[in-house]
């Protein structure tokens, strides 16, 4: 259930307070030049380092690679990429390990895997999972080197400016959502398929496999409900099938035409905020106050640009792949 | 391209104006009695029939199965059901073929298919496909007697009274778009996998299959990211998990944890408008006046709600299999 | 658990005495050529009808298109083709409904499918579904028309003289089982993956879908348990790959060679022989003596050979379309 | 393409002179008990090390645990295990890299991965991959307790005392291969489909992903094609379903029928012979004469027993799993 894709395949495991988190990544085209340099911008960009708001856990999140890459390149076979855990707190959850957090997993994954999951710092269900995200993208995103995918927050705690959004939230010492807006240039017409496999589905479908997302859009998206239709038409004006607006986000009918992809994607606020809650304790069946210890982010939006566009470049490269637009080998 | 599930699969096929729509439904437990009359509510209900702003064309859409059912009951066995085409009047389409009909598939598709897709009334892209979706949900929804999926209308052309809208779209002699809240209850806790299968990523991929849809949100959705995490959080009351509040819409971490599984779903208005709009003649290559003929709906977001219902129950029934929650054989 | 393929994928349906058999094929090139004459070849070999031994059934097995073809080509969307059952004779069946009838399918039906599955003449497991293998076939073998599949039938009953062993049938009036030996000419170089994509995994994983196959082997085969390393060893003699000796049989590593593709398969004789027989009804919980009315083959494999050359296609169409070397659109 | 399964899946990575190879074992229950002493006897048993005819390459072949346990107990999560490669040669391989090995993949790899796959000990396509099928089948096993699988050498160098056939591959300083014959004993009746996932195609399908495996035969095989079907067919005695004879090896219409499964599989002498061979060194384009170095076995079919139990656990597992004959959490 951990595996996503058809011809480029990408399977990822690990523990945020496990021995490690990783990927492996099958399907990728033989030649393709893979140094662990080209893995650091973006993994930086996940951290969130240099802005207000992200969690002081810091990890080397160094790349390891562990197969699929002979010489400096891809070899065709299933790349393995580990990141090791260095910088593990667990006793902060082992405290409360019978208080599902609000809003978190804890209640159901109890539930579903018996309490048998590691339940150490959200264990397998931790955000720290998306580094195999963000290292299988980069790999999705050389494969495509005329596409540029580029995702940027637009909103912070509904406000457009994202220092004020910030703000709002440190004021509060609580936690905030964002919204970010993604845009892909460069594509093909015709990926994606009618119905099941249409390109908003393949989109939505991995999107929401990102912690703490509640929403999609793609083009005008909920406000095009509000419109006419021949307001909301986009009108072929050339022979490239250039249209005159793009409500529909570059995609029509399941399959993109030619015209910038746009999409928006909703965060909410992390369910780990600073402030005292209650919830019930499992084990005494009371209802308890408590804070969540832990290292946590005020507003997990900010790490999620370099995220969306990474799941983004799996689903393009995928397509990409069926329909014969990226060889198999790479010379 | 044009299946869906793991367990529980569904495979669509057929066009508008070719000799049937069907759907082969596999992984269907042996032993589920199954009739004819158990499709014709979920039918009648897609064709909107009651409601101003449908489309005049009316086939009878009576389900014709050609295998699975035997003595009245499912054998386990792929499940065939056709819907003849009947009342098809291609030559409206015919006269229009080289003109790309604004936001529609027709551009992309003629790239994509080379020119050799069926072009009349959409083709397999036509929402006549959609029939498929209906029956496979009626089977779902009889494997889950204990689970109650709603879905309305909440919103016409930014009215949520549906009257008005409607009369926004008569007036206007345009099409309009609209909002569907789906509800499900009884659903047990543990459905859906952190991540790549979050229940959110299965059902918002199965969503986007449906034609029109633009959009969906879980829970509060694209407005939790205006509020703070203790606002959005909610707390656990009782050993059942229910929650004080319900911002997650029932799903945390990809998990259904037992309380009222919520989403929204956009539909634009309708590409096929009665109005007169331009596009480019890819045979002149030049612009053109022309209007649609054929007919079409006012709002297709009247006929939505039982298509989502359906597809969310082919999720949830998929789900409910692999968490071994519906037997294989039904005694 | 009716579908096959990653590419260009399968889905059979259909039972014996039902309304229909009949197969979907997904993911075939559009633009391709095909018409009903296409499969009257293939379907006539299937029937086995100019040969001794094969049942008197006989229907006309006609191909119904009932969609995915258009103006005589594939449009790239499904293509769905049924075969109606013209000539069923259930009450032969309806008599010995609690008898099991020996190394069939039977008893072990009745227990995983409760007794809701079809038992007349062997419902969804009747060799009848093979039909929908045959007509993909011949789309697949269309889709590769430099490529050269042909299967024979090279011993009946242990005799390499195909009369000799059908008259060894004749004479017992039993039934008798036989060899048929495929091979591939034109194959370029590449088509599977190491392990579990083997081209040896996915032609026996297809060819074992053939009712009555128990067992197959690829070039030397079994014989090659025999052998040293280097009687064995294929020397290569040529920049084109081309050895010395085939007893690899065209694939190394699970990976074709460009050398001729070659492998037999196994099949027993028939479970339903003219002959008395003894079983347990599962009703009277009584051994009984019977015997098999209904229309059956002599020998099935005489049969045979198209459907282990349209399966073949089958599996060598979607190797060939993941490595690029069929078009999406046949222009 | 490195995937197998559909609840249980398992990928395997990682190359014979890399950092490692490893499995990613998907979908195992929570809960099942797991350590790292549970998989020495299969791991020593997959090295042969007491039998003369085995490599002199000795990993210490430790699983490492990186992901998917907690507590000593699957957590329901994927399931990480790494072998590290400590006894590395790779000189002996850089010598030989433009003369492709006969009957080796080294050629055929060439020109799929266009130079790019790790030639080093056959990298990617090295046995040692079935390491991750050993780890992977210890666990598939022990999550099956009341399902005994036993895979027995039954021929070498076609004979039937294995130290005579051994002694034939030492005389002759030259590879041999063998058969080997696997008995499952336990089974409830019901695994596998018809057609596409009957059991045969299932198992055959991840059999052939050995490497060196020539064919397979279930029951009485290709003798079975010399046999009366009076003969070959399996009367049931008693309402176990229990049969007198057992010619169809536990398998009909691709189902299990509660008796003993039995299957044949035949091994190839090893590609890599001691003795001097003749090849076309692919940068000179000339006939070579050369030896293989490296180390190697002179019967792999040794070390087989163990790799047909484990890929077969694998496949019954996922069939049991399906079945709803193995819960998803263990408690």
Redesign the interface.
């Known amino acids: 259930?951990?595996?996503?894709g058809?011809?480029l395949?990408?399977?990822?495991?690990?523990?945020s307070h496990?021995?490690?988190?990783?990927v492996?990544i099958?399907?990728v085209s033989?030649?393709l030049p893979i140094s662990e340099e080209d893995f650091l911008i973006d993994l930086e960009r996940r951290k969130g380092n240099h802005q207000k708001g992200t969690t002081p856990r810091k990890e080397k999140d160094f790349p390891i690679?562990?197969?699929?890459i002979?010489?400096g390149?891809?070899?065709?076979?299933?790349?393995?990429i580990?990141f090791e855990n260095e910088n593990v707190r667990s006793e902060d959850y082992e405290k409360q390990k019978n208080i599902?957090r609000?809003?978190?997993?804890d209640?159901?994954?109890h539930?579903?895997?018996?309490g048998?999951?590691?339940y150490r710092g959200?264990?397998?269900?931790s955000a720290r999972?998306t580094l195999g995200f963000v290292a299988a993208g980069v790999i999705a995103k050389k494969m495509m080197p005329n596409i540029k995918i580029e995702a940027n927050i637009i909103?912070i705690?509904?406000e457009n400016d994202i220092e004020k959004g910030l703000q709002k939230?440190i004021e509060?010492k609580?936690?905030?959502?964002?919204?970010i807006e993604c845009k892909v240039n460069g594509l093909p017409?015709?990926l994606g398929?009618?119905?099941?496999?249409?390109l908003?589905?393949?989109l939505?479908?991995?999107?929401?496999?990102i912690?703490a997302?509640?929403?999609?859009?793609?083009?005008?998206?909920?406000k095009?409900?509000?419109?006419?239709?021949?307001?909301?038409?986009?009108?072929?004006?050339?022979?490239q099938?250039k249209?005159k607006t793009n409500?529909?986000?570059g995609i029509?009918?399941?399959?993109?035409?030619?015209n910038e992809l746009i999409f928006r994607v909703?965060?909410?606020?992390?369910?780990?905020?600073p402030?005292e809650?209650?919830?019930?304790n499992?084990e005494t069946?009371k209802?308890e106050k408590f804070s969540i210890k832990g290292r946590h982010d005020l507003c997990v939006?900010l790490r999620a640009p370099v995220i969306i566009e990474a799941v983004t470049a799996l689903v393009l490269a995928d397509c990409m792949l069926?329909?014969?637009k990226i060889?198999?080998?790479?010379?």
Request: hydrophobic share 40%.
């Open positions: 259930m951990n595996s996503f058809k011809i395949r990408v399977h990822i495991f690990g523990e496990g021995s490690c988190v990783g492996v099958d399907g033989a030649g690679f562990k197969s699929g002979f010489n390149k891809a070899t065709g076979f299933p790349i393995t580990l599902p609000p809003s978190h997993v209640w159901a994954a539930q579903k895997f018996g048998f999951e590691d959200s264990g397998h269900f999972l909103s705690a509904g939230a509060a609580d936690t905030v959502g964002g919204i017409v015709g398929e009618p119905y099941f496999d249409s908003e589905s393949l939505a479908h991995i999107i929401f496999a912690p997302v509640r929403g999609i859009e793609f083009g005008t998206g909920f095009a409900t509000t419109m006419f239709g021949t307001e909301h038409n986009d009108a072929i004006e050339n022979m099938g249209t409500h529909a986000g029509v009918g399941g399959i993109s035409n030619g909703a965060f909410k606020p992390a369910s780990s905020t402030k809650q209650i919830s019930l499992w069946q209802l939006a069926l329909e014969q060889p198999r080998v790479i010379k």
